[in-house]
């Protein structure tokens, strides 16, 4: 019998019974959210692979819901069977592992797009920007390498970690309810984080605007969560909480969002089929995107109050 993986884990084990007996839970806090705003702030993996070497991402947030919070047993009667709970997947990951899902934490954040590419993008009437097309690919890389990099620092410290997206399980699906879905939503991890609510066009408000991306881990590690400082999922649009705005209906140059809601066909298809030639053609890269409905809007980069209207 090979002992080598037995005594790696009995190894990963020590070490974060030493890690938890050195550090409290808020401490545990401070060295997760330094851990991710070090790598953006000082990595240079966050680019944008531009000629300037451009920083992809400004100053991340970062959340922490527990994993037996009933929001994500929530999440998969509303989206679907095939939708994980935060168990779900550690399970699916480590099935050697026994865990009660109030031992695992689920860490989100969010990356907010710089100045630089929120005002390139907010003078686009149809396509994205060269900046925003690249946070797309570019950007997109380095959440990834985020990911990565936040599951070998709790692995390394003993805390089994695992990034849903980057699990080879991870798939699209559809739901009865939503039409396109998937087996993890980084939003919706998001929103269980305290970091934002939902709004017309399906984008997550966040206290840095809707112009982000989000990624998420989740460990075998004790974090308080982060207080949810809203009770319903459009707290933070005011098209729902007080009927005005709908500026990103507007913004939408293929008319997928009207106050019914998002019509994600209509919008991916713009994304990955019109737009992705437009990036080709006109900079050089194999890219796609659009993101006007995240700019040149009262929530671009905060929660928009009624003034934010135009
Ligand atoms: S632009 Fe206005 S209506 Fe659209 S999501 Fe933002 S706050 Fe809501
Ligand atoms: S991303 Fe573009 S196509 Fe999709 S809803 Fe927003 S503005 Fe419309």
Known sequence: MDIAPLMEQEEASRKGVLMKATKGTESLALWVRTAIKDFINKSPENTLQNR????????????????????????????????WTAWEIFDK????????????????????QTEATKSDN??????????????????????????EHVV????????????????????????DRYGLASTWSERHAAYASGLGTFGLS?????????????????????????TRPYKDHHAYCLFFSKGICGNCVQRCPVGAITEEGHDKLKCFNHIRQ?????????YGFDGYGCGLCQTGVPCESKIPIEDDVQ
């Open 52 to 83: 300037g070497s451009e920083k992809a991402w400004a100053d991340p947030l970062v959340g922490f819901s527990r994993g037996d919070d009933p929001l994500y047993q929530e999440y998969k009667e509303m989206i679907g069977t095939f939708y």
């Open 202 to 226: 399906e984008g997550l408000i966040t206290p840095k605007g809707k112009a982000m991306r989000v990624g998420s881990v989740v460990a075998r590690i004790q974090i308080p969560p982060t």
């Open 274 to 282: 019109t737009s992705a030639e437009h990036v080709k053609s006109h």
């Open 93 to 112: 990951t480590f099935p050697e592992v026994e865990v009660e899902p109030g031992h695992l934490t689920v860490i989100s954040w969010v990356l907010p």
């Open 152 to 175: 070998r620092v709790l692995q390394e410290s003993g805390f089994e970690a695992v990034a849903p997206m980057l699990s080879p399980l991870w798939r699209r699906e559809k739901s």
């Open 122 to 147: 907010r003078t686009q009437t149809v396509y994205p920007s060269e900046r925003w097309a690249r946070a797309r690919i570019y950007g997109e890389e380095a959440n990834i390498k985020l990911r």
